[in-house]
C-alpha cells in the first residue's frame, strides 16, 4: 500500500512540474491517469482533470479538452477562468449555440469579468457565425499538413507560409511544449486559380 501510495506522489510530482515547465505533451499521459484514478475514487480533486484540459488546450487538442472542461461542468467545478478557456475552445470547435449558452451561464456567475461580458453582450455575432458554417463549406488545400501550418502572404504571386510538416533546414530540432518540429519557410506556386505543393525555402531565397 505504502509503495502504491508513494508512486502515485511520485507521478503526480512529475506531471506537475512537466506541466510547470509547458512540456504538455509528457504531461498529458500522466494526467490521464491521475485524472480517472480520481473519477473512479470519486476524492473530490478535479485539479488534474482541470490541468489535462488546459494541457490539451495548449497542444490544439480541442476536442479532448472540450471533453475534460465538461467533466468540470457537470461536477460544477468550473472556474472563471475555466469558463473562459471553455467557451474559447468551443468556440474553435465552432459550437457556438452551446457556446453562447455557457457564455450567458458564466455572465451570470461572474458579471464583473471584462471578456465575459464582451462576449455576452455580442451574443449575436455568435448566431451570424453559426448560421454562416451552417451555409459555406471550406475545403483544404495541397498545402495543408495538418501539422501546423499558418501565416500565409503573397510573394510574387505566389503563397509564402510557415510549417512545422518536416525536420530539415538549419535548425532541426523539435519544441519542448508539444514535440513539434522547428518552423520553416515554405513556397506554393499557384496555378490556375490552385495552390500546388508548398516546397521548403533554401538558402536562395535567404540571400
Given at each position: 500500500m505504502c509503495s502504491n501510495v508513494?508512486?502515485?506522489?511520485?507521478?503526480?510530482?512529475?506531471?506537475?512540474?512537466?506541466?510547470?515547465?509547458e512540456t504538455y505533451y509528457k504531461a498529458v499521459p500522466m494526467y490521464v491517469e491521475l485524472a480517472k484514478k480520481d473519477l473512479k475514487k470519486q476524492t473530490g480533486n478535479y485539479e488534474n482533470v482541470r490541468r489535462l484540459a488546459q494541457a490539451y488546450t495548449k497542444l490544439t487538442e480541442y476536442q479532448k479538452a472540450s471533453n475534460q472542461y465538461a467533466i468540470l461542468q457537470t461536477a460544477d467545478q468550473l472556474t472563471e477562468h475555466d469558463y473562459v478557456e471553455y467557451i474559447s475552445v468551443l468556440r474553435i470547435l465552432r459550437q457556438y449555440p452551446f457556446a453562447s449558452d455557457l457564455t450567458a451561464q458564466a455572465f451570470?456567475?461572474?458579471?464583473?469579468?471584462?471578456?465575459i461580458k464582451d462576449w455576452h453582450e455580442h451574443k449575436d455575432v455568435l448566431a451570424k457565425l453559426y448560421t454562416s458554417v451552417t451555409r459555406y463549406q471550406v475545403e483544404e488545400t495541397k498545402i495543408n499538413s495538418g501539422k501546423g501550418d499558418f501565416a500565409p502572404s503573397y510573394y510574387k504571386g505566389d503563397i509564402i507560409y510557415a510549417s512545422k510538416s518536416t525536420k530539415k533546414g538549419f535548425l532541426v530540432g523539435t519544441y519542448n511544449w508539444d514535440n513539434s518540429n522547428f518552423i520553416n519557410l515554405f513556397k506554393a506556386e499557384v496555378k490556375i486559380g490552385q495552390l500546388d505543393k508548398g516546397k521548403r525555402l533554401k538558402d536562395a531565397f535567404f540571400s
Open positions: 508513494g508512486y502515485a506522489q511520485l507521478k503526480q510530482k512529475l506531471a506537475d512540474e512537466l506541466f510547470e515547465q451570470r456567475k461572474f458579471p464583473s469579468n471584462s471578456l
